[in-house]
């Protein structure tokens, strides 16, 4: 195993990105804490939860993608879609969450497995496969609706409204329950599972993956799917956020899904990355967005600003770390 020398000790390379986001996290959650009053609270680290619920589950779709080396820019437009098709279909033929629920996961599943199908048997980038569909998800939700459809289904919006209480005063949403089964499930998959091990072996290298005699047109052919998946999931849970459907909803989420995961230490080339280090990278963002607004005094867009330099340091560091790795 390639391990990194610091100091006396020796972490391994892998981990070491990971460790990176976690130390950052770490730090910016102190200096908030010393800086705003009320900031050093678990409950403000739980409304990043609260907040990103939809991102994470999105990010952690993106991870599985990103690992074998492609990309997904429709992830976006996905979630915009399903709360399109959610919100219509409650609103307009008065249809039950439980049916509309899995309608939209099967839609977002089934057009990531088509991309990932044209990715594989046409052998096309998957930037311009998914550029296509992102495309095409957002021209559909225009052609449901141009305006913002609520939702006003009871057992919808009770479900949405719910709120969990732990301990201390400190709660959750039933979305961050949902987004943390995702990301345990994910672990789950990507270290225990023959399919995990695909994932990996294809990102590190496709050509020796086929040589090993793995699945890697399978694989890649699930990684859309997965990503398609989670992306109408995050979108069901951002229709809990927003109790509202519309075209416009999630526009340049796929860019924040991948600024996360890119933080969180997963390699933008494959084979290296863990669920883990995309939840940091999005308790990161949120994080940022939690600072700003405490500040008070900078505007939302700043929040881009900090993400635009933290991506070009993590890039930075993941060639320095990849090149150290190979001495």
Request: net charge neutral; with cysteine; charged share 10%.
């Amino acid at each position: 195993m390639t391990t990194i020398a610091m100091g006396r000790t020796s972490i391994p390379a892998k981990y070491l990105p990971v460790l990176v986001t976690g130390c950052l996290f770490a730090a910016m959650f102190v200096v908030g804490g010393i800086r705003y009053e009320g900031f050093a609270s678990g409950q403000v680290i739980l409304n990043v939860f609260i907040d990103n619920g939809f991102l994470l589950v999105v990010a952690v779709g993106l991870t599985f993608v990103i690992l074998t080396g492609g990309i997904d820019l429709s992830v976006g437009s996905v979630v915009a879609l399903s709360t399109m098709v959610s919100a219509s279909l409650m609103a307009g033929p008065g249809w039950p969450p439980y049916l509309v629920v899995p309608l939209v996961l099967a839609i977002g599943s089934g057009l990531g497995l088509v991309m990932g199908y044209i990715i594989h048997a046409f052998d096309i980038q998957p930037f311009i496969v998914t550029l296509a569909g992102m495309f095409l998800a957002r021209g559909l939700c225009y052609t449901i609706g141009t305006d913002s459809i609520p939702i006003e289904d009871p057992t919808f919006t009770a479900f949405a409204q719910t709120r969990i209480d732990l301990f201390a005063d400190l709660w959750i949403s039933p979305s961050v329950i949902i987004a943390l089964v995702v990301v345990g499930v994910a672990a789950y998959v990507l270290h225990y599972t023959r399919l995990g091990r695909s994932v990996y072996a294809t990102g590190g290298s496709e050509q020796s993956a086929l040589l090993m005699g793995l699945p890697v047109a399978r694989t890649k052919i699930a990684v859309y799917t997965i990503s398609g998946f989670c992306s109408a999931l995050g979108g069901v849970l951002l229709s809990f956020y927003m109790l509202s459907g519309y075209g416009l909803h999630a526009v340049g989420m796929e860019l924040d899904a991948i600024a996360a995961v890119v933080i969180g230490g997963t390699l933008l080339t494959g084979g290296s990355g863990f669920v883990l280090g995309t939840v940091l990278g999005v308790l990161v963002l949120g994080l940022i967005q939690t600072i700003i607004s405490f500040e008070g005094t900078l505007n939302s867009w700043w929040t881009k600003i900090f993400i635009g330099l933290l991506l070009f340091v993590f890039i930075l560091l993941q060639r320095l770390f990849s090149a150290r790795s190979r001495r």
